[in-house]
T-cell receptor, first 116, second 113 residues
Framework: AQKVTQAQTEISVVEKEDVTLDCVYE???????LFWYKQPPSGELVFLIR????DEQNEISGRYSWNFQKSTSSFNFTITASQVVDSAVYFC?????????????WGAGTKLIIKP | AAGVIQSPRHLIKEKRETATLKCYPI?????VYWYQQGPGQDPQFLIS???????DKGSIPDRFSAQQFSDYHSELNMSSLELGDSALYFC????????????FGNGTRLTVT
């Protein structure tokens, strides 16, 4: 069965620290997509990244980086030099390609608190 | 760039009343999804539409219905509201081909009293 686990319910760090949010997934499919979404206190869901299962290259976007490792079924998200504006709930999600639409399987989310 | 627009942003209804939520997808997006997010929970898929036809159904109660109109906007109709329907309702749109990402609206916060 498909499943996404974000074991860290809440993380609290001081500004400028680096922080890594873990995401472990389960799927029987060989073709799938992984996502990270950010939900700030205002409530909207903001798309951060999509990664397909054939692309294990790590990605960096400014202070954000993602480490995709198929061997451990993990898709971890690191924020470098965190800022207060990074405070939000971060969701990892999985979508299997055999579905013709976005039936995203969501993790429970990790609440990230960045203290000034 | 244009984003997904949802209205209203906030809605307060009483038990047993009816609510209608609206969603305007990003122009040229042909697929719309509705999600429900309860307090402290991850979003749950309700229903989706592709080219104005319902394409899939998730955990949508029978009291809810939805449709997508000729201009691609979508409406989620909720009847006989219950306290447990209080949640954030998201609409998301995408272009089905090419696996473009889901773009979410800001959500409608429904409070049932």
């Amino acid at each position: 069965a498909q499943k996404v686990t974000q074991a860290q319910t809440e993380i609290s760090v001081v500004e400028k620290e680096d922080v890594t949010l873990d995401c472990v997934y389960e799927t029987r499919d060989t073709t799938y997509y992984l996502f990270w979404y950010k939900q700030p206190p205002s409530g909207e869901l903001v798309f951060l990244i999509r990664r397909n299962s054939f692309d294990e290259q790590n990605e960096i976007s400014g202070r954000y980086s993602w480490n995709f490792q198929k061997s451990t079924s993990s898709f971890n998200f690191t924020i470098t030099a965190s800022q207060v504006v990074d405070s939000a709930v971060y969701f990892c999600a999985l979508s299997e390609a055999r579905y013709s639409n976005y039936q995203l399987i969501w993790g429970a989310g990790t609440k990230l608190i960045i203290k000034p | 760039a244009a984003g997904v627009i949802q209205s209203p942003r906030h809605l307060i209804k009483e038990k047993r009343e009816t609510a209608t939520l609206k969603c305007y997808p990003i122009p040229r997006h042909d697929t719309v999804y509705w999600y429900q997010q309860g307090p402290g929970q991850d979003p749950q898929f309700l229903i989706s539409f592709y080219e104005k036809m319902q394409s899939d159904k998730g955990s949508i109660p029978d009291r809810f219905s939805a449709q997508q109109f000729s201009d691609y906007h979508s409406e989620l109709n909720m009847s006989s509201l219950e306290l447990g329907d209080s949640a954030l309702y998201f609409c998301a749109s995408t272009l089905r081909s090419g696996w473009s990402p889901l773009h979410f609206g800001n959500g409608t916060r429904l409070t049932v009293t």
